[in-house]
T-cell receptor, first 113, second 111 residues
Framework: DGGITQSPKYLFRKEGQNVTLSCEQN?????MYWYRQDPGQGLRLIYY???????QKGDIAEGYSVSREKKESFPLTVTSAQKNPTAFYLC????????????FGAGTRLSVL | EDQVTQSPEALRLQEGESSSLNCSYT??????LFWYRQDPGKGPEFLFT???AGEEKEKERLKATLTKKESFLHITAPKPEDSATYLC????????????FGQGTTLQVKP
């Protein structure tokens, strides 16, 4: 089945620790995105990548880092510089271009110990 | 600044009681208006895209419409399984592919 796989489903971070969230897609999509979702707020864009080996900051990139070494993979690292990391993280992908229908993974819930 | 606002924040309906969810937008050069459904603890599921004012799309009990300033998601004779959070997002001009999301409307349909 084609889709977007996020792992793990739940993740706990200790003080001062970096953690990495995985996102893999087998839809052959060029573009991939990371969003953060907090209660009562809309999804906010962290980083996006429109092509392999290239990515751009979104609206709330501080304290996060990404890489795009393969078309199907777009991991997100939450660094110790992100002081309020507790949230639901969503990865999405799209064909790109004008139509830009984004399809989402099931999400990773990150909590701080 | 581009913005998407949804109302109401929460809506409770009895089964069979039709209603509408509103999505007001100020998105420069709107290239698409998207509706998603999100169940608790899961990722958003794509429902519709509308590209121009006057366009309508339907899927089962849901119908989405678009004007130059807002979009409506009409729910006809809802069932308990329609209970979810419905998200609206605008795709503006530029080449980023960025979607601007509203905060969502949480719908509860009681049997």
């Amino acid at each position: 089945d084609g889709g977007i796989t996020q792992s793990p489903k739940y993740l706990f971070r200790k003080e001062g620790q970096n953690v990495t969230l995985s996102c893999e897609q087998n839809l052959n999509h060029d573009a991939m995105y990371w969003y953060r979702q907090d209660p009562g707020q809309g999804l906010r864009l962290i980083y996006y990548s429109q092509i392999v080996n290239d990515f751009q900051k979104g609206d709330i990139a501080e304290g996060y880092s990404v890489s795009r070494e393969k078309k199907e993979s777009f991991p997100l690292t939450v660094t110790s510089a992100q002081k309020n990391p507790t949230a639901f993280y969503l990865c999405a992908s799209s064909v790109g271009g004008n139509k830009n229908i984004q399809y989402f993974g099931a999400g990773t819930r990150l909590s701080v110990l | 600044e581009d913005q998407v606002t949804q109302s109401p924040e929460a809506l409770r309906l009895q089964e069979g009681e039709s209603s509408s969810l509103n999505c007001s937008y100020t998105v420069s050069g709107l290239r698409g208006l998207f509706w998603y459904r999100q169940d608790p603890g899961k990722g958003p599921e794509f429902l519709f895209t509308l590209y121009s004012a006057g366009e309508e799309k339907e899927k089962e009990r849901l119908k989405a419409t678009l004007t130059k300033k807002e979009s409506f998601l009409h729910i006809t004779a809802p069932k308990p399984e329609d209970s979810a959070t419905y998200l609206c997002a605008g795709h503006g001009s530029g080449n980023t592919g960025k979607l601007i999301f509203g905060q969502g409307t949480t719908l509860q349909v009681k049997p």
